[in-house]
C-alpha cells in the first residue's frame, strides 16, 4: 500500500487532502468505489489527519516540482470538518503568493456546502479572506432529492437550505469565483439545480459522474 498522500496533483492543481470524514454518504461518491485510490494516489488517512506544519512541509516539497495553476482544498472527506487547519494553510499560500515565491495561482476550496452547520458559525467571512474561488456540490433542486442523494448524517438532514445560503453568502463575500455544480445521471434535474445555482449568483457546472472528488 503506497503511503497516503497529503497533497496530490491532479489537471493543472495541486491538492490537498485534509480529511476522509465527511458528513454526507453520496450515492455517487468515489471514494469507497475507487478504494481510497485517486488516479495512483493513496487518499486514505486511516493512520491519521495531516497538521498544519505537516500540510505546509508537503506543500513545500511539491509545489517547487512542477508549474501548477491552483491549489484546492479538497478530499476525499469534507474540507470545511477541519476549518482552522484549512484557514491556516490558506493564509499561508496567500503570504506565499504575496511574495512571490511562485508563479500566480488561484487557492480554491471544494466543499459539499454544509460548513456552516459543521462549524455552527457562518465561515463564509473567514474563508473569503484566504481563497479565491470556491466549488459547491449542491447536487439537487430540492431538500427531498437532496436528501435521497447526499444521504446526509441525521443531524445535518435539513442541511438542503443551508448549502443554498452558502452559496448565496460565498457570492455576497465578493469570491472571485463561486461555482455550484449538479452530477449528472444521478436523479436530480440538472436544469433546475442550475436554476437555483443562478438565483444564489453562482455559476453552474454540470459534473460527470466519475468526476466527483471531495
Ligand atoms: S461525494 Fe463528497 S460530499 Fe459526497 S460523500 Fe463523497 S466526499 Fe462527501
New binding site residues.
Partial sequence: MKTPAIVYRFQDGVYINLT?R?????T????TKWKMDFHGNNLSLATGEPSAAEVVAALEKELPKAPFKEVVFC????PTMRLDVLLFVAQTLKGWRAQSKYPPFAIRL???G?GNLINHKNIVPELAQVLDAINV?L?AQDEQTWRKL??PETEYQDGYESVVEFIRLCVQAGLKKVVASC?DQTGADPKAVEKVVTSCGAQFYLRSFLD???
Fill in positions: 476522509n465527511c458528513p454526507n454518504l453520496c455517487f461518491c468515489i471514494k478530499g476525499y472527506g469534507e471544494n466543499t459539499n454544509l456540490s447536487n447526499v444521504r452530477v466527483v472528488q471531495d
